[in-house]
């Protein structure tokens, strides 16, 4: 089946710091990739996306490139602010029973940024 | 604009108690919605998800169930509460054969107690 594996957190890094977040995953055919992102006591927001193989995608100074030789979609921003801290969640879509396109979504990697 | 709206914020029930949320979208017809769990510390577990009105589809048994009334709205049900239903719960949609990622509501937070 499909899956997301994260890398562990939490991270914790100074401002101005450059972050890397792991993303590797399983999947058959052919997935889109996502990074979402949740702040205290609110829901996820899409981050980025990139639906084929060597698509980058980018938003708000994060990047992230679908790499389909190695089967990774990590997170990278050279310069992380306070306000980057949150939780951050890698997912892939695939398709299922039905119509349904459903999201399956990594276990998450808690972020903090220090002034 | 689609927009997404989950009410209530937050929630405190007792053990035994029901449980009734409401999820609507604005803006766009016949979505796919989704219902998901995120358990204190730990990542999202998806519940329920619905392609139409009366089609429910779900992911994991427990003493939770999932309603579409109307092509709009999903609504999250329980008959008596467990301690380990509590949790952030989180409703989404998206659309149609071009996958664009779902678009989160704010979430309820539920505690029993």
């Known amino acids: 089946g499909n899956s997301v594996t994260q890398m562990e957190g939490p991270v914790t890094l100074s401002e101005e710091a450059f972050l890397t977040i792991n993303c590797t995953y399983t999947?058959?055919?052919?997935?889109?990739l996502f990074w979402y992102v949740q702040y205290p006591g609110e829901g996820l927001q899409l981050l980025l996306k990139?639906?084929?193989?060597?698509d980058k995608g980018s938003n708000k100074g994060f990047e992230a490139t679908y790499r389909k030789e190695t089967t990774s979609f990590h997170l990278e921003k050279g310069s992380v602010q306070v306000s980057d801290s949150a939780v951050y969640f890698c997912?892939?879509?695939?398709?299922?029973?039905?119509?349904?396109?459903?999201?399956?979504f990594g276990s998450g990697t808690q972020l903090t940024v220090l002034p | 604009s689609q927009t997404i709206h989950q009410w209530p914020a937050t929630l405190v029930q007792p053990v035994g108690s029901p449980l009734s949320l409401e999820c609507t979208v604005e803006?766009?017809?016949?979505?796919?919605l989704y219902w998901y769990r995120q358990a204190a510390g730990r990542g999202l577990q998806l519940l329920f998800y619905?392609?139409?009105?009366?089609?429910i589809s779900s992911e994991v048994p427990q003493n939770l169930s999932a309603s579409r009334p109307q092509d709009r709205q999903f609504i999250l049900s329980s008959k008596k509460l467990l301690l380990s239903d509590s949790g952030f719960y989180l409703c989404?949609?998206?659309?149609?054969?071009?996958?664009?990622?779902?678009?989160f509501g704010s979430g309820t937070r539920l505690t029993v107690v």
């Open positions: 990139a639906t084929k193989a060597d």
């Open positions: 989404a949609w998206s659309k149609g054969q071009v996958f664009y990622g779902y678009t």
């Open positions: 619905s392609v139409g009105i009366g089609q």
């Open positions: 997912a892939l879509s695939a398709s299922s029973s039905g119509s349904a396109r459903q999201l399956t």
């Open positions: 803006g766009t017809s016949n979505p796919n």
């Open positions: 999947a058959t055919g052919y997935p889109s």
